[in-house]
């Protein structure tokens, strides 16, 4: 397990950008996001494996979201273009040290006004 701590959020208008980033205290085999909205449960939103690299993403983002990373800082990004009302949501950095997913972040507030 490792420690994460996210920075990034906060309040913008449909169309606006922002860029999460995310720092574990230690070495990860992949590192990601997930997302979750009030009354709704936590979602996948994307994750990047270091060896390759690989990334994923859900189709919802697709197009919109970047997802990079620094291995060797044990640093994720999330760039996060074309913002809509929906991607509105505490967004959770991940990480796998051991499986997917092993640690959490505390989460960053990402709120979208229309």
């Known amino acids: 397990q490792v420690q994460l701590v996210e920075s990034g959020g906060g309040l913008v208008q449909a169309g606006d950008s922002l860029r999460l980033s995310c720092v574990a205290s230690?070495?990860?085999?992949?590192m990601g996001w997930f997302r979750q909205a009030p009354g709704k449960e936590r979602e996948f939103v994307s994750r990047?494996?270091?060896?390759?690299?690989?990334?994923w993403y859900r189709d919802s983002v697709k197009g919109r979201f970047t997802i990079s990373g620094d291995n060797a800082k044990n640093t994720v990004y999330l760039q996060m273009n074309g913002l809509k009302p929906e991607d509105t949501a505490v967004y959770y950095c991940?990480?796998?040290?051991?499986?997917?997913?092993?640690?959490w972040g505390q989460g960053t507030q990402v709120t979208v006004s229309s």
């Open positions: 230690g070495r990860t085999l992949m």
């Open positions: 991940a990480a796998q040290k051991n499986y997917w997913v092993d640690s």
């Open positions: 990047i494996r270091w060896s390759g690299p690989s990334t």
